[in-house]
């Protein structure tokens, strides 16, 4: 057995097509890469351009085109959710994943999406930090959005509330996924 070294974001992705608990990485790439056990190895040629063409189209597939309630219900199971300790580090991910589902819905419910006195999202760091000096804005992975997060947990939870249902998630689904921040 070899390691492989990948970042955060892929790591994710390949934890989001779990489809059963326990099961492996070289699983679930093989799954995706319709790379069989004891299958040959293809030629060094084909090696160099069909990995790439099928990584491009694993990374291409856009995630609405799956199922958006299964996609949240395999992250609450992933290996790399349960690994999160803190509320903080959970809502990240979750934001991140909710925009991966669909960015134009992500988008328009943070525009809406704000305290009596505070700003909760914006493209920048400096847009947040002009709202609120101790607001410790953190950028959300994979996307082009800075969330503020000196909040409490409620108010977190109430955040992915409010873009979830824009975002038309069923009630049950929300209240799992507010549980467990």
Same mark, same amino acid.
């Given at each position: ?9 892929? #790591?994710? #992705?390949? %934890?989001?097509?779990?489809?059963? &608990? ?23 040629? %084909?090696? &160099? ?7 491009t189209h694993i990374i291409s597939t856009p995630a609405a085109a799956q199922n958006p309630v299964r ?9 790399? #959710?349960? @690994?999160?300790?803190? %509320? ?7 934001l991140s994943t909710l925009y991966n589902l669909d960015s134009n819905s992500f988008a328009n419910a943070? @525009? ?12 920048? @760091? ?18 082009? #959005? ?15 509330? %409010? ?11 929300? @209240? ?6």
């Amino acid at each position: 057995m070899k390691t492989i070294d990948v970042d955060e974001e892929l #790591y994710r #992705y390949i %934890a989001s097509h779990t489809q059963h &608990i326990g099961e492996s990485a070289s699983d679930i790439l093989r799954r995706m890469l319709n790379f069989k056990p004891g299958q040959p190895v293809p030629a060094k040629d %084909a090696c &160099i351009e069909s990995p790439v063409q099928s990584a491009t189209h694993i990374i291409s597939t856009p995630a609405a085109a799956q199922n958006p309630v299964r996609v949240i219900r395999e992250l609450l199971l992933s290996d790399a #959710y349960a @690994e999160k300790s803190k %509320a903080i580090d959970r809502f990240m991910l979750i934001l991140s994943t909710l925009y991966n589902l669909d960015s134009n819905s992500f988008a328009n419910a943070t @525009e809406s999406l704000h305290g009596r006195t505070r700003i909760y999202f914006a493209g920048d @760091e400096q847009t947040l930090l002009a709202a609120g000096k101790q607001s410790k804005p953190r950028h959300i992975p994979g996307t082009p #959005y800075w969330v503020i997060t000196n909040t409490n947990t409620n108010r977190k939870r109430s955040m992915v509330d %409010a873009i979830m249902q824009e975002m038309q998630f069923p009630a049950n689904v929300i @209240e799992k996924v507010s549980n467990t921040i």
